[in-house]
């Protein structure tokens, strides 16, 4: 019975973590109302990264020189990533089609590993990449590719967090955990800043509500996010957490028909609804089908 309650309690520690995290989406489009999309990227996660230096701080003590750049390579990857999902944010007007092309990133992440490490996907795989794939294509059909850049922006940033994925998985291997995300993101912080430098320019003058949410987007959709997410895994089979996970585009729907009024059209029902299916059929192997086979 404690462990029921144990993983009951985890499960709703991850849920709330993906309500945060599709919270993220809403705090950071009004942050970047008022600051620069690559500056508001950089003070964040610089932010998040000086918050960890103390926690890993006699791991980078002996690390060496080769272990860091190693470190850093990954970190440029997740710069690339994180500067094009704000860039797409900042010009797209549909949050939760942007959430569920982002989350094709979890079957792209077999197809890249089968590319890099000869690691043939799982036969469920090839079930679920058409159903994906369909979704995509309904999503497009409402205004056509090329009245729609965001949506290449989000299926390219996409493909940028599945080869992350797969080189961060490496790396994970071999050096602590919190010294290899604290120097993956002071390296997003520093290039993204970099990067705002040479093609933004930041206001004179920022409105209060803007730090507001830019605090909001830190704290709450960043450090407490991923505390969370953290917390929850640790309670729960890593099937059941990554079920849970799919949760977060869903949310990011909903929050964005609230927040921003966003017009549901039947394709884009259509679409998150296959993309959805097919995500659920890849992370439970094909169970979902056979039980409703069963059935």
């Not at 940033?157 to 002071?186: G, R």
Request: proline letters at 4%; aromatic letters at 12%; glycine letters at 6%.
């Amino acid at each position: 019975m404690p462990l029921v309650n144990t993983e009951r309690q985890a499960a709703l520690i991850l849920i709330f973590g993906t309500v945060l995290a599709s919270l993220g989406w809403i705090f950071s489009k009004e942050t970047i109302a008022g600051l620069p999309p690559f500056a508001f990227v950089g003070l964040r996660f610089v932010l998040a990264s000086i918050f960890l230096l103390p926690f890993c701080y006699k791991a980078l003590k002996v690390a060496s020189w080769q272990d860091l750049k190693g470190a850093s390579l990954v970190g440029c990857l997740l710069a690339l990533a994180l500067m094009s999902w704000i860039y797409a944010i900042s010009i797209s007007d549909t949050l939760g089609e942007g959430a569920f092309i982002l989350s094709l990133s979890m079957l792209m992440v077999p197809l890249i590993a089968w590319a890099l490490f000869k690691q043939r996907p799982q036969r469920i795989f090839w079930f679920a990449l058409p159903i994906a794939v369909s979704g995509l294509a309904f999503l497009s059909l409402g205004s056509g590719w090329s009245q729609s850049s965001s949506q290449l922006i989000f299926l390219l940033n996409a493909l940028i967090l599945a080869l992350h994925f797969n080189v961060n998985s490496i790396y994970a291997k071999k050096l602590p955990v919190l010294l290899l995300t604290c120097v993956q993101l002071m390296v997003t912080g520093l290039l993204s800043l970099v990067a705002s430098l040479l093609f933004e320019t930041f206001p004179q003058q920022v409105e209060l509500n803007i730090w507001g949410w830019f605090a909001a987007s830190t704290v709450l959709a960043t450090a407490l996010r991923y505390v969370m997410q953290t917390t929850g895994q640790k309670g729960l089979t890593p099937g059941n957490a990554a079920l849970i996970m799919i949760l977060e585009p869903v949310w990011t729907v909903f929050l964005s028909i609230i927040w921003y009024a966003e017009a549901l059209t039947t394709n884009k029902v259509v679409g998150c609804s296959l993309i959805l299916f097919s995500l659920i059929l890849y992370r439970t192997n094909g169970k979902l089908a056979r039980l409703t086979n069963k059935e």
